[in-house]
């Protein structure tokens, strides 16, 4: 039996998601969570065989949990389900420990085939998300100290850790400054600092930041 613990704070999805999963003789839902806290909480509690995740949650993401199951030295396999499929996301799931990376727009034997690979302890992506990761990793790539971290965040925690302002860092990355506020507070929520000055002490203490910009 196949031990599953769904993650989304949408009620109506977990209630058919859960559904689909239950009606499936060699699968039981033996925990429900809407927020991310509340999802390690069930993982440590319950220690399901697989943890089905959504990617934007209150109190910690899918991506944030799916790092604490491996920080923690759970058992439970994290599959990240999700209505985004930039790569962003999938490589953050990648590197935060995720098994798998499935859209909420697969059909219901895609959801639970991706389920029972992810049991068996294979990885599964889709055939893009397979192309966008071996052109990643066909690139030099540096591990990164906070894994829960998209791309685009860890380089603007890189520049507050130079010293850098928002506006600064908007002119260098070529964004606006909306934009730049919303990775800061995302930074600030996954490192679960209390403001840019907790963070840019966590990036430090990592060796990111180095010398001042010029």
């Known amino acids: 039996m ?22 499936e003789e060699d699968m039981s839902v033996v925990a429900v969570a809407a927020t991310g ?24 993401d899918g991506l944030t949990v799916a790092a604490g199951l491996r920080t923690a030295g759970l058992p439970t396999r994290a599959l990240i389900l999700t209505m985004f499929d930039d790569d962003e996301n999938v490589l953050a799931a990648l590197r935060a420990g995720a098994y798998g990376y499935a859209l909420k727009g697969s059909g ?27 052109g990643h990793f066909a690139r030099a790539a540096v591990a990164s100290p906070f894994p829960q971290l998209t ?28 934009t730049v506020r919303n990775h800061v507070s995302n930074v600030i929520m996954k490192l679960h600092v209390a403001d840019r000055s907790g963070a840019i002490l966590r990036a430090r203490e990592a060796g990111l930041g180095g010398s001042e910009p010029r």
Do not use: C, W, Y
């Open 151 to 178: 791309e685009r965040e860890h380089e603007v925690l890189g520049l507050l850790a130079r010293g850098m302002d928002n506006t600064a860092i908007a002119r260098r990355l070529g964004i606006s400054g909306k």
């Open 37 to 60: 806290a509340d999802a390690l909480r069930a993982a440590t509690e319950h220690a399901p065989d697989v943890a089905v995740l959504d990617v934007n949650m209150p109190g910690g």
């Open 108 to 134: 219901p034997q895609e959801i639970v085939a991706a389920v029972r690979a992810v049991a068996r302890g294979e990885a599964v992506f889709g055939a893009g998300v397979a192309a966008k990761l071996l």
């Open 2 to 23: 196949i031990r599953l613990l769904v993650a989304d704070d949408h009620p109506m999805f977990v209630s058919g998601l859960t559904a689909l999963l239950d009606a």
